[in-house]
């Protein structure tokens, strides 16, 4: 089943109940069957919906990389409120844009949640509903599958030996890296079209006025052009603000998403290498004391303890066993989620790729406009 979204048609609406008033957002899908049947679903949708779609996804799929939720605020140097004619188009595209992240993602495209977000009437209900299943799920012991992989230890990283360590591989540790280099590349980038975009508004909003020594036919001529060019430069405002500086927003929140999921890799790593240590000093030490055994019976003396210290050697050894049992369920845990996170990295990289490219096609094609319009109007005078 393939779905195609579109979100449009912003508008105020007051609760019957009273309080504040919100803006709710038109979301038209349409549903492609294999059969080659096609169904359209409507539903409206304030954003505190999205943010609890959003916390559903994250809470059942945990270890998956969930599409952040758009800033709730609006972005440094832009001005306008929530009910701005400024702010509502950055927003509907950033709900557009979290929207087909989540239906391209290989896992939530195929999300019971998002599908009755897509098309159910009383969503608030069935978010309670939603959310007491999870906590029945979470108390009985149930997990929902969020981790790639069988148990012989196939896959992308097959472990070798469960007595070594198993370090970042290095497919992630450039992943990293690549993540690390790209998110200060956007962060510079925001600041450049910040700077950009106040420039832009100054121009706007100048005075044009001329000095006097021009004369007075001449000074009239420019100052009516310079006006007639106020038009098309606040289009150039408005374009730049929804597509160039929100989708860099949108594109750095998805940095902060991946940074706990590497986090999370490097806990695992150190708690099993932690676990590994004690494991070889109880070797050690195990070791040492039958030595030590041994000698004390062969002299003759303590022979009456010789059961008791067997005994008691017999326990730490089936306690050894158990011990490294868990070690090797956890490397084989670590093994599986370094397949999960490379595949969600890999995700992530080709979806924000597309966007940068859409992005730079947008920027582009918002400067044409503004020069052709001024080329225009400059060839009417």
């Known amino acids: 089943m393939v779905f195609i979204c579109r979100v449009a048609d912003p508008q105020f609406e007051k609760p019957l109940s009273g309080g504040n008033v919100y803006i709710s957002y038109l979301i038209l899908t ?18 505190r919906d999205f943010t609890l779609l959003h916390e559903l996804l994250r809470r059942e799929y945990p270890l998956h990389f969930i599409p952040p939720i758009p800033r709730k605020h609006g972005v440094k140097q832009i001005t306008g409120d929530a009910f701005s004619p400024d702010f509502i188009p950055r927003r509907l595209s950033s709900l557009q844009r979290f929207l087909d992240r989540c239906l391209e993602h290989p896992v939530l495209k195929s999300s019971l949640h998002l599908y009755q977000f897509l098309e159910v009437s009383d969503w608030q209900h069935y978010y309670e509903n939603a959310c007491l299943q999870i906590n029945n799920n979470a108390e009985s012991g149930f997990r929902t599958p969020s981790i790639t992989g069988n148990n012989n230890g196939s896959g992308i990283f097959h472990l070798v030996s469960s007595r070594k360590a ?13 993540c690390k280099s790209m998110e200060n590349d956007l962060r510079q980038c925001e600041h450049l079209a910040t700077q950009y975009l106040s420039r832009l508004q100054v121009t706007t909003q100048q005075d044009w006025t001329m000095p006097d020594k021009y004369t007075p036919s001449l000074l009239a001529d420019v100052q009516k052009l310079l006006a007639s060019l106020q038009q098309p430069n606040m289009i150039l405002c408005k374009d730049w603000k929804q597509k160039s500086l929100t989708t860099i927003q949108d594109i750095i929140d998805c940095f902060d998403v991946l940074k706990p999921m590497l986090a999370l890799r490097e806990q695992k790593q150190t708690h099993i290498e932690r676990l590994q240590r004690q494991h070889a000093h109880h070797d050690t030490s195990g070791a040492n004391g039958n030595a030590l055994t041994k000698n004390k019976e062969a002299s003759g003396t303590f022979r009456w303890t010789g059961w008791v210290t067997r005994k008691s050697n017999t326990v730490k050894g089936e306690e050894a066993a158990i011990h490294e049992e868990n070690i090797d369920n956890l490397l084989q845990n670590l093994a599986n989620y370094d397949s999960l996170l490379l595949q969600e990295i890999s995700f992530v990289h080709a979806r924000l790729s597309r966007e940068l490219c859409q992005m730079l096609h947008d920027i582009c094609s918002m400067h044409i406009r503004f020069y052709k319009s001024f080329l225009k109007r400059l060839n009417r005078r």
Do not use: D, Y
């Open 166 to 178: 198993v370090s970042l591989p290095p497919m992630l540790l450039r992943e990293r890296e690549l």
């Open 30 to 47: 349409k549903t492609e069957l294999h059969t080659g049947q096609e169904n359209e679903l409507h539903a409206r949708r304030r954003f």
